[in-house]
């Protein structure tokens, strides 16, 4: 079945809700830059986050362990979250989509400034859904109030009682 | 969920839904000042800003936060501040570019209140705060040279009934790669969306229609998130890094959230001037109902303008919902045809006059204030401007025989009623 772009804030979120473990490719290890910022805020949320840059292999950042390729990660992973320029995100998506089924990868997500449509395509056929252009964070925080705690427009209007989750 | 909603339903429900502990349904008032860190790496996340959260209510609070996603969502922005009034909100809304020299041009057709803020307190600051008329768009493309910051101005002015042509502002404003600020207070978003005209920051004082019974102090800044604040060096105060936060650039940290996220962290935290969570849960109730009443208030004042342009003891009156006021074209394109609910008119007879009819009036309120769900009167020559020459106040739109209605939720017979008997008694 083919995978879709997702741009509905409900697909977005039944996205977050599904996944598990992401990838991070390109995330820096200097802890002041942006992807560092949301790699910690993923993990303080549930999430399992695994560093992906060939420059920091060996390292680690937030207690795990980089690894030089989404290759070389040994563990099974849900979804690859991209902080890397444009230009250099075909690669990148190739090599999920050849793993996909081995590694059990449902989804691509491109951050705030990232897209690259003809990439998107590509795994979409092959049946991975694809956010681009967003930041996990935010949209993470759009759906459980949290970004509307610093007086942003989450675009969320519901009378329902929201399920708390308990630690 | 991502299905629109219309102005009443976002009016309601827009930033609260309900308490998830214990299902409260009405936004409950978090009256605390600070809150428990769940350790101390959550505590150095908090602080760092790398994860949302409340660490002190001079920042962040709850129940503000309801109102900021509220006002954000009515006006269509990204993100809004609130602050304790609507001068906290118009110094807050320029903090973050603004520095000793640098220039920002505002309108002479504001608030008074806003004039003297600009012209004296902002200047004290080294803020260079120049005036210009902006219904001469001549006048304003001089003013707005490329080195001035922003462009402030009122979508409909205290109290004039002067209708700013947004757009044209906006362009002009942007080739300067300047701001256009809009304090969109008596217009309120019920009639106009300045965003959608090109704004680039709405201010309002809460204080008036949005909170609507004349009993809570407030003020918001509401960004668009629309802003390249790369794109000249003016704007280094979001731009470049923050000592304080570990050299991080807010801009490129926070993208399109850096505005509202430096107006919390930065502004508020060092400024001060933070709305109390009481005040935040007053203006979310009078927001409940501002669709409906901005309807009765614009109503109304129609009524009560039409019946004193027929008086024989009124010499003018100055209303933009009025068929031959000259700002009726930009009422029908930025307000949708209305006039609000404030105006001012003359009266044949003066300044006695004007004393006689602010003291022979029995219902409406002789006070200084605006957006009450009451019927308020002014005579500003007496009053507010009394200390200016007769030039000053004519030059202000507050001459001897001017007088300020703002126009209340009563029986509009009644308001009538009282004007009449009141006019009998002020004499030509
Ligand atoms: C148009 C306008 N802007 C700003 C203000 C200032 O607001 P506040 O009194 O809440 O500080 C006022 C108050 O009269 C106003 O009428």
Same mark, same amino acid.
């Given at each position: 079945?083919?995978?879709?772009? &997702?741009? *509905?804030?409900?697909?977005?979120?039944?996205?977050?809700?599904?996944?598990?473990?992401?990838?991070?490719?390109?995330?820096?290890?200097?802890? +002041? !830059?942006?992807s560092s910022?949301?790699?910690?805020?993923?993990?303080?949320? #549930?999430? !399992?986050?695994?560093?992906?840059?060939?420059?920091?292999? #060996?390292?680690?950042?937030?207690? *795990?362990?980089?690894h030089a390729s989404l290759a070389d990660i040994p563990d099974r992973f849900d979804m690859v979250e991209i902080f890397r320029k444009s230009e250099d995100v075909r690669p990148i998506v190739d090599e999920a989509i050849r793993l996909a089924q081995e590694k059990s990868i449902r989804a691509v997500w491109m951050q705030t400034g990232v897209r690259h449509d003809e990439a998107a395509q590509k795994a979409t056929a092959a049946g991975l859904d694809v956010v681009m252009d967003r930041c996990a964070k935010i949209e993470y925080g759009r759906h459980h109030s949290e970004l509307a705690w610093g007086g942003f427009n989450t675009g969320v209007i519901s009378a329902k009682r929201q399920r708390v989750r308990h630690a | 969920m991502s299905k629109s909603y219309g102005l009443e339903t976002r009016a309601i429900h827009a930033g609260a839904r309900p308490e998830p502990i214990t299902g409260a349904r009405q936004t409950p008032i978090f009256q605390n000042t600070s809150y428990v860190f769940e350790d101390v790496d959550h505590a150095a996340s908090l602080f760092n800003l790398q994860t949302y959260g409340f660490i002190y209510s001079r920042l962040t609070n709850p129940t503000v936060a309801v109102l900021e996603e509220r006002l954000a969502n009515l006006e269509g922005g990204r993100g809004a501040t609130c602050t304790a009034s609507g001068h906290a909100a118009q110094q807050l809304a320029l903090f973050p570019?603004?520095?000793? /020299?640098?220039?920002?041009?505002? @309108?002479?057709?504001?608030? #008074?209140?806003?004039?003297?803020?600009? /012209?004296?307190?902002? !200047? +004290?600051? /080294?803020? *260079? %705060?120049?005036?210009?008329?902006?219904?001469?768009?001549?006048?304003?493309?001089?003013?707005?040279?490329?080195?001035?910051?922003?462009?402030?101005? *009122?979508?409909?002015?205290?109290?004039?009934?002067?209708?700013?042509?947004? %757009?044209a502002l906006a362009d002009i404003a942007h080739a300067a790669k300047a701001l256009l600020i809009v304090d969109n207070t008596l217009a309120t978003p019920v009639l106009c969306r300045p965003f959608d005209w090109g704004a680039d920051l709405v201010v309002h004082s809460l204080t008036k229609f949005l909170s609507g019974s004349g009993a809570s102090m407030g003020g918001v800044v509401i960004d668009s998130g629309r802003v390249d604040w790369h794109q000249s060096d003016k704007f280094k105060g979001l731009t470049a890094p923050d000592p304080a936060y570990q050299g991080i650039s807010f801009a490129e940290t926070f993208g399109d959230l850096a505005y509202t996220t430096h107006a919390h962290a930065v502004g508020l935290r060092d400024l001060g001037a933070t709305m109390a969570p009481m005040n935040a849960f007053l203006t979310l109730l009078g927001l409940e109902t501002l669709p409906l009443r901005m309807e009765? $208030?614009?109503?109304?004042?129609? +009524?009560v303008a039409a019946y004193l342009a027929r008086h024989p003891n009124v010499a003018w009156v100055s209303y933009a919902g009025l068929s031959d006021s000259p700002y009726r074209a930009h009422a029908g394109k930025y307000l949708g045809g209305r006039g609000g609910a404030v105006f001012t008119f003359g009266l044949k007879g003066g300044f006695d006059a004007g004393v006689r009819l602010?003291?022979?009036?029995? &219902?409406? @309120? $002789?006070? %200084?204030?605006?957006?009450?769900?009451? @019927?308020?009167? &002014? $005579?500003? %020559?007496?009053?507010t401007h009394r200390q200016l020459t007769d030039a000053q106040r004519t030059a202000a739109g507050a001459g001897p025989d001017v007088v300020r209605l703002s126009v209340g939720l009563e029986t509009v017979e009644d308001l009538i009623a009282d004007l009449d008997q009141a006019l009998g008694k002020s004499g030509s």
């Amino acid at each position: 079945m083919p995978g879709r772009i &997702l741009t *509905e804030p409900a697909d977005i979120r039944a996205l977050l809700d599904r996944v598990r473990v992401i990838a991070v490719v390109g995330v820096s290890t200097d802890w +002041k !830059r942006p992807s560092s910022y949301v790699m910690k805020y993923l993990q303080s949320r #549930g999430y !399992r986050t695994v560093p992906v840059n060939p420059r920091a292999a #060996g390292q680690e950042i937030w207690g *795990e362990r980089v690894h030089a390729s989404l290759a070389d990660i040994p563990d099974r992973f849900d979804m690859v979250e991209i902080f890397r320029k444009s230009e250099d995100v075909r690669p990148i998506v190739d090599e999920a989509i050849r793993l996909a089924q081995e590694k059990s990868i449902r989804a691509v997500w491109m951050q705030t400034g990232v897209r690259h449509d003809e990439a998107a395509q590509k795994a979409t056929a092959a049946g991975l859904d694809v956010v681009m252009d967003r930041c996990a964070k935010i949209e993470y925080g759009r759906h459980h109030s949290e970004l509307a705690w610093g007086g942003f427009n989450t675009g969320v209007i519901s009378a329902k009682r929201q399920r708390v989750r308990h630690a | 969920m991502s299905k629109s909603y219309g102005l009443e339903t976002r009016a309601i429900h827009a930033g609260a839904r309900p308490e998830p502990i214990t299902g409260a349904r009405q936004t409950p008032i978090f009256q605390n000042t600070s809150y428990v860190f769940e350790d101390v790496d959550h505590a150095a996340s908090l602080f760092n800003l790398q994860t949302y959260g409340f660490i002190y209510s001079r920042l962040t609070n709850p129940t503000v936060a309801v109102l900021e996603e509220r006002l954000a969502n009515l006006e269509g922005g990204r993100g809004a501040t609130c602050t304790a009034s609507g001068h906290a909100a118009q110094q807050l809304a320029l903090f973050p570019f603004m520095e000793p /020299g640098a220039k920002v041009v505002a @309108s002479t057709r504001l608030y #008074g209140g806003s004039i003297t803020q600009f /012209g004296k307190t902002f !200047r +004290k600051f /080294g803020w *260079e %705060a120049s005036f210009v008329d902006t219904t001469d768009m001549a006048a304003v493309r001089a003013a707005v040279t490329s080195d001035v910051r922003a462009l402030f101005v *009122e979508s409909l002015a205290n109290p004039g009934g002067v209708v700013s042509d947004l %757009a044209a502002l906006a362009d002009i404003a942007h080739a300067a790669k300047a701001l256009l600020i809009v304090d969109n207070t008596l217009a309120t978003p019920v009639l106009c969306r300045p965003f959608d005209w090109g704004a680039d920051l709405v201010v309002h004082s809460l204080t008036k229609f949005l909170s609507g019974s004349g009993a809570s102090m407030g003020g918001v800044v509401i960004d668009s998130g629309r802003v390249d604040w790369h794109q000249s060096d003016k704007f280094k105060g979001l731009t470049a890094p923050d000592p304080a936060y570990q050299g991080i650039s807010f801009a490129e940290t926070f993208g399109d959230l850096a505005y509202t996220t430096h107006a919390h962290a930065v502004g508020l935290r060092d400024l001060g001037a933070t709305m109390a969570p009481m005040n935040a849960f007053l203006t979310l109730l009078g927001l409940e109902t501002l669709p409906l009443r901005m309807e009765r $208030h614009c109503a109304n004042a129609a +009524k009560v303008a039409a019946y004193l342009a027929r008086h024989p003891n009124v010499a003018w009156v100055s209303y933009a919902g009025l068929s031959d006021s000259p700002y009726r074209a930009h009422a029908g394109k930025y307000l949708g045809g209305r006039g609000g609910a404030v105006f001012t008119f003359g009266l044949k007879g003066g300044f006695d006059a004007g004393v006689r009819l602010v003291e022979s009036v029995a &219902l409406f @309120s $002789h006070l %200084a204030n605006i957006g009450d769900t009451r @019927s308020l009167i &002014l $005579h500003p %020559a007496s009053t507010t401007h009394r200390q200016l020459t007769d030039a000053q106040r004519t030059a202000a739109g507050a001459g001897p025989d001017v007088v300020r209605l703002s126009v209340g939720l009563e029986t509009v017979e009644d308001l009538i009623a009282d004007l009449d008997q009141a006019l009998g008694k002020s004499g030509s």
